[in-house]
């Protein structure tokens, strides 16, 4: 076993504070679309949104396999929850980690670890998904300030963040060679919270369109330097890869948890349905895959740790567990037969909540454009 004793650990603190604290609202959040604020911030108190980053800014340290193996027991239990989570952690805090001044992270890192602050990613426009370079908000200099105009769409935690990294084209001639990352802040002028998004699964995730109107964001709160900002957010999106993909790969767990126990119950023609060679099958299939796809993950996970290329392994990881996700929710309702399609029952809102894992943070189709680009420069 690869694992450490102290990841070890990790994963079963997890595990039972999911089990007790997320999993018991979690079906109920669905169908309310409450956002779980409160445990988000437990969360917080308890160290898990500070894993990955250091004790200096009120992180937990340990490394991004600590990360994945937190992520994916939180999506056992809640999928709406891991979104929300993910999000804060990979796509707030962690470019602000790795690009902020050491000024930018002591003011705003502290909160965001600690769950007293929610954060938010703020790239997709209604006019640009995964051509992200295309974006249109622009940011304009003017003295010790530059001008936010413009709108992002699909922002996850957006209603509740107090942080946004935003993205915005400070030299609009010069194509994804103009963008600009920024830090800014809820409460600064001409920052406009949209409306919240009623989505087909993860709903109690809170995702919203999020529009900047003359917003003035003091220049000490550009992130990185100007006109680097694609690159910021390219290499912050590997990261977050890793994370879906553990997101899917709990999801698909808990859907093939929850059937196989299901199917040891559940009698028909005068025994259980796991007696039945086509229900063993789907059972042997979705323990094979899902075994596979959490060895993707943690692979690249640990190059990543390891200071390595891990792009390529992240895009792979996300590919392939986001899609075997969708393949094992749709067993697990299978296996359940019209229970499943019942909301009575777990396995359709895990199969609702693992779609968004083949869209968010790069389709499936631009993990294989990324993937094949990687394979051909290898192979000459």
């Known amino acids: 076993m690869y694992l450490t004793e102290e990841q070890i650990m990790l994963r079963d603190t997890v595990r039972e504070f999911a089990k007790k604290v997320i999993e018991p609202i979690a079906a109920e959040i669905d169908i309310t679309v409450v956002f779980p604020a409160d445990n988000l911030r437990k969360m917080g108190e308890l160290g898990f949104l500070g894993i990955g980053f250091s004790a200096e800014y009120g992180g937990s340290e340990m490394d991004t396999l600590s ?5 994916e027991e939180v999506a056992k239990a809640c999928g709406s929850t ?3 989570v993910a999000a804060h952690c990979s796509l707030c805090c962690g470019p602000i980690a790795a690009f902020g001044t050491e000024a930018q992270k002591k003011k705003y890192l502290p909160d965001l670890l600690t769950g007293k602050k929610f954060g938010s990613f703020c790239l997709t426009e209604p006019h640009s998904g995964s051509d992200s370079g295309s974006l249109s908000t622009t940011a304009r200099r003017d003295g010790d300030f530059y001008i936010l105009n413009g709108s992002k769409m699909y922002v996850t935690n957006g209603g509740y963040a107090g942080t946004y990294v935003v993205f915005a084209k400070t030299n609009p001639e010069a194509g994804t060679k103009g963008i600009s990352a920024f830090i800014v802040e809820r409460d600064f002028p001409g920052v406009i919270i949209g409306k919240k998004e009623n989505k087909l699964g993860l709903r109690a995730s809170d995702t919203r369109q999020i529009s900047f109107d003359q917003c003035r964001v ?6 990185g330097k100007e006109n680097e900002g694609f690159k910021i957010a390219l290499q912050t999106l590997d990261g977050g890869r890793i ?5 899917a790969v709990g999801l698909a767990q808990a859907a093939m948890e929850k059937s196989t126990a299901y199917a ?7 025994q259980a ?3 039945f060679q086509a229900i063993r099958w789907y059972i042997a299939d979705m323990a094979t895959e899902i075994h596979g796809a959490r060895l993707m993950v943690h ?3 640990r190059l990543k740790d390891d200071g390595k290329p891990y792009l390529k392994e992240a895009a792979m990881a996300k590919l392939f567990a986001s899609e075997m996700a969708m393949r094992a929710c749709n067993k697990a309702i299978q296996i359940y037969g019209g229970y499943g399609y019942i909301m009575d029952y777990p396995v359709e809102r895990y199969w609702r909540d693992a779609k968004l894992t083949e869209i968010g943070e790069g389709t499936s189709e631009v993990q294989r454009l990324v993937i ?5 420069k290898e192979i000459a």
């Not at 003091?218 to 992130?223: E, I, K, Q, S």
């Not at 094949?372 to 051909?376: D, G, N, Y």
């Open 273 to 275: 349905i796991a007696e």
């Open 264 to 270: 040891k119950e559940r009698k028909a023609f005068g």
């Open 82 to 84: 891991t979104l929300s």
């Open 67 to 71: 990360f994945a193996l937190m992520i």
């Open 218 to 223: 003091p220049a000490v709160n550009l992130l």
């Open 243 to 247: 994370g879906i993909g553990a997101m």
């Open 299 to 301: 692979h690249a996970a």
């Open 372 to 376: 094949s680009r990687e394979v051909l």
